[in-house]
């Protein structure tokens, strides 16, 4: 288990704020964890506090690598922001393979403890953020997304990290540290689900009658294909004018 908060006085061995610090490669560290966080889909805030941490998903060994200590520097309460650069972990626009997470202390056999705040989705965003108390020390873990035996696993990729305390802080620097590429998904990327012209006289079997408008319509169970992933299927009504209710599905997998 990595120590436990030091909360009492900052220390030197600190790394710096308010720069771009580098991971080492993800596996070099040869340290593993059974599963990784899930996915909240949506990042961490200082407000409410404390994050809640959101369950533990799948069972395949994994690789992480740490960054760390950062630090409070201040006699405060403060809000610590997390900004990511995925460097080589990531493949093309939105597939990324490590799921960044903040500790106080971190135990790989049981990471719901001294949880802090996670990015969410790391396909989707590339910053978070959470509380800390005085001069409170925490840990920058990169959680591999897919499992070491998987294909394109992100093994030896490179994210870093820069780290605010308070805004405050880092724009009182007289140089600011240079933004890294960070990439996230435009409507351009997403594909389209939806017919580019609807007719209002098309109609899609079946229907939704009007007695079931403002209510809520569940969808089907989801299914387990394997120790990682699961198959959902998700309908989506979109009525038109005329009531007729356009259906749409695919396919999501959870790693």
Known sequence: MIPPTNTLAPTSSRLPLCEWVDSTPLGASGSTIQGRVARSF??????????????TVGTLDRYFEMISPFGNPTTENACAKIIIDMGTCRSGEINAYVQVTAYSEFDPFDMSQGYLGDIGDAQLYTQFE???????????????IHGIQTDENGENCIFSVLVEVDANICD???????????????ISQVPSMV?????????????????????WIESPSMGIIGPDYTRS?????????????KYLSWDHRFE
């Open 42 to 55: 949506s990042p961490a805030k200082c407000r409410p506090s404390p994050n809640i941490y959101p369950g």
């Open 172 to 186: 009182s620097l007289t140089t600011r540290p240079t933004e890294r590429r960070t990439v996230s998904p435009t």
């Open 233 to 245: 299927y998700w309908s989506i009504v979109i009525p038109n004018y005329l009531l007729v209710s």
């Open 195 to 215: 017919p580019t012209t609807l007719s209002p006289t098309t109609s899609f079997a079946p229907t939704v009658p009007l007695s079931s408008l403002c209510e």
């Open 130 to 144: 959470f509380q800390l108390q005085p001069h409170e020390e925490f840990y920058i873990v990169g959680q591999q």
